[in-house]
């Protein structure tokens, strides 16, 4: 069946066709790359998982080696904002942490973890403090069970340098403390609820605190000699102020023996438990004071930073798309659509694309431009670490070839329900999902390969090569085709900015009964770490006119060993 544009125009009217409510436009330079980190957790098209380190808060940590992740990456968080002085508008969550690990007030293995953890997944658009961010809202969902969802915001800048010192410790009286948090944008009932809200999960290390949990000969050797702040130093509940409460708290830092360092046992007497007590009768306050607070954590920024709103989900959201140019005078678009599962009504449904031709040429018969996939189609799930998901996804792979001068501007996807029929049409915001098709890399030409060459000191170091062709439409409009490449500053740490590379392509040939026009380079970078290639830039440039295609990943290039 062909379905014209004018077509779907007039059906979108009849009553059966509702338009699908999503207030975000695809693509979003700023919250894309997050959004997928945040929702793809487990499975899904190319995920990388990293919310798997902290399922059941523990995650990969060890119980019996007293390593809690979802606690470390909580931690993490709070000690690099902690600096922050909310009056100045510096500091806050800024990956300057990773600058300061040899200061007394970040012991522990916790801050170098959460670095190498998420350094990997630096790119230009997720800063690692953005990551820290998003580490920490997995922790607490984990944590919570699913229960405390806190909104992410993108947009965090990573410090190059340490900022000042200034996390809490302690050992340091109640006045330190109320100032300290005064500085950080807490005031003194709040310093009490972010303590308990911290301090519900995880515990004190002995290894790293001998003062505070002093080592015991016939101690049990493995547990790196930690003592928990609850009995349920796994699970984000209000226990560390019911049992503070009653008396019974195990916390090392509210009855331990050394009197120095009951810093939480200060802090929370500091008001005569008026607020400890509120916390102790209702955990659904404790946990609603804990989100709001953890939330205002999190945004805690320099006064230069502007975050984003925060980020939801896309219902229906393109991925992996590509499009290449074929010596019969034909296109290909392909990739995957990511569909929320709550949209697949029944197991009939079909999610169509309706692609919309160039220039307003009209799709027939002969050359339709829609192409449909069933839910046997679906090859992928993307689910959550938490109990509770904010939303699952299911992915269907599609390729449609139409002749290269008809080509596709955009297309809307059209999920239908194959038992009532019902059909919704979800249309990007009225925008339609862009093809960008005027500037694409070839994916079926282009190739990458890496290998090794010999480096300095009789080592071998890693080089990586990729033979780039890119497919222009109408390439008499520009001047220069340029790949514009990334690099870290700072090999390994992963932060600390960019350097930028711009390559400019060269012409090669004019594709054949087409409209498009091949420009190639070779470009190669050597590395000595293991962190892979940052997606690359294209843009063309002529007299008044300008298009780009950003942040190609180069997973989706051909590797040949
Ligand atoms: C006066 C303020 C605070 C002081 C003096 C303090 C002190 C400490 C100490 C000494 C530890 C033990 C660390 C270890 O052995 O690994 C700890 C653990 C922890 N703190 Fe705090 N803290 C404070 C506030 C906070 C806040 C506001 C948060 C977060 C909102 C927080 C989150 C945590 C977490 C999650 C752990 C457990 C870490 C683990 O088990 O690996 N702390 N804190
Ligand atoms: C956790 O640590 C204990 C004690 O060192 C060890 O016996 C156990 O195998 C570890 N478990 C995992 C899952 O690594
Ligand atoms: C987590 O939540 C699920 C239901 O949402 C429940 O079945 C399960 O017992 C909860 N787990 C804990 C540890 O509370
Ligand atoms: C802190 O602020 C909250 C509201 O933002 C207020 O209810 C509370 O009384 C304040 N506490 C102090 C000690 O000022
Ligand atoms: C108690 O803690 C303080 C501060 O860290 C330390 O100076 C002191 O030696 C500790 N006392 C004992 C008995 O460990
Ligand atoms: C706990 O200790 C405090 C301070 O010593 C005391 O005022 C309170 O009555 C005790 N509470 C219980 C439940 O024993
Ligand atoms: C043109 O080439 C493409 C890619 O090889 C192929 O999928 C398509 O069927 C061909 N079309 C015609 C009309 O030969
Ligand atoms: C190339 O572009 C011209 C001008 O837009 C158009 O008339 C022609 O049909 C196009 N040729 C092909 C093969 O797409
Ligand atoms: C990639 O390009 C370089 C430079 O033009 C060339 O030497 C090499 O053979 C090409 N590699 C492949 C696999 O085509
Ligand atoms: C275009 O390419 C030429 C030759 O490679 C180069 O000299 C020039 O700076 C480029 N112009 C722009 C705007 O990138
Ligand atoms: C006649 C016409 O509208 N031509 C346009 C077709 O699309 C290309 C690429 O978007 C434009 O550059 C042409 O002007």
């Known amino acids: 069946m062909v379905f014209p544009q004018t077509a779907l125009l007039a059906l979108a009217s009849v009553s059966l066709w509702s338009p699908a409510l999503c207030e975000q436009v695809w693509p979003n330079a700023r919250t894309d790359r997050l959004e997928w980190l945040l929702y793809e957790q487990l499975g899904g098209y190319a995920s990388p998982g990293i ?11 060890n119980e019996t080696q007293g390593i809690n992740f979802g606690a470390e990456w909580l931690r993490n968080a709070y000690h690099d904002m902690s600096t922050a002085d909310t009056i100045a508008g510096t500091g806050g969550l800024d990956g300057s942490i990773i600058y300061e690990l040899d200061r007394a007030e970040n012991v522990g293995n916790a801050f170098s973890e959460t670095r190498d953890s998420f350094s990997g997944l630096v790119t230009t658009r997720s800063s690692l403090a953005d990551l820290f961010a998003l580490g920490a809202t997995f922790a607490i969902g984990a944590c919570s069970n699913g229960t405390m969802i806190i909104p992410l915001r993108a947009g965090r800048i990573d410090a190059r340098e340490a900022g000042p010192a200034g996390v809490p410790e302690p050992q340091q009286d109640l006045a330190t403390h109320t100032a300290s ?72 830092l509210a009855s331990g023996a050394n009197v120095t360092t009951r810093s939480d046992e200060r802090i929370f007497n500091s008001d005569g438990r008026v607020t400890m007590r509120k916390l102790a009768e209702s955990n659904d306050y404790f946990t609603s004071r804990c989100s709001i607070l953890l939330e205002r954590m999190l945004n805690t920024v320099p006064k230069e930073v502007v975050l984003t709103e925060p980020i939801d ?45 160039r220039n307003g040429s009209q799709c027939s018969d002969a050359t339709p431009c829609s192409v449909t996939n069933g839910i046997a189609g679906n090859f992928e799930h993307a689910t959550c670490v938490y109990t509770k998901c904010p939303a699952t996804f299911s992915f269907f792979e599609y390729s449609l070839v139409v002749p290269s001068g008809q080509g596709a501007s955009s297309f809307v996807v059209e999920i239908a329900d194959g038992d009532t029929g019902a059909s919704v049409i979800h249309d990007n915001n009225g925008n339609g999902f862009p093809t960008g098709e005027s500037l694409q890399p070839q994916y079926k030409l282009s190739t990458q390969q890496t290998f090794l060459i010999p480096g300095p000191d009789n ?62 380079t070779s470009y190669a970078r050597t590395f000595n770490d293991a962190i892979g290639p940052h997606p690359f830039d294209l843009v063309a440039t002529g007299p008044g006119v300008s298009i780009s295609n950003d942040f190609i990943d180069w997973n989706g290039f051909t590797s040949i060993l």
């Open 51 to 61: 919310a798997f380190f902290v399922h059941d808060c523990v995650g990969i940590g």
């Open 313 to 357: 989900y896309y219902p229906v959201k393109p991925r992996a798309a590509q499009i290449d140019i074929n010596a019969n005078g034909t296109m290909t678009f392909s990739g995957v659509i990511r569909v929320e599962d709550s949209l697949l009504t029944s197991p009939n449904t079909q999610v169509r694309l309706h692609f919309v031709p």
């Open 459 to 520: 080592t071998f170091i890693s080089k990586q090569q990729l033979n780039l062709t890119v497919a222009v439409l109408n390439a008499e409009r520009f001047t220069n085709v340029t790949a514009i490449f990334y690099e870290h500053k700072i090999p390994g740490v992963n932060t600390g900015g960019w350097n930028t590379e711009s390559v400019e392509l060269t012409l090669s040939q004019k594709v054949e009964g087409t409209n498009f026009t091949y420009y190639t």
């Open 181 to 252: 948090f005064a500085r950080q944008g807490f005031n003194a009932t709040e310093m009490i609820e972010l303590v308990a809200c911290g301090h519900t999960i995880g515990g004190v290390h002995g290894v790293d605190f001998p003062e505070i949990v002093p080592f015991v000969p016939n101690d049990d050797p493995d547990d790196e000699h930690t003592s928990s702040f609850d009995t349920s130093y796994h699970f984000f509940d209000n226990k560390v102020a019911t049992e503070f409460i009653s008396n019974t708290t195990k916390n090392p």
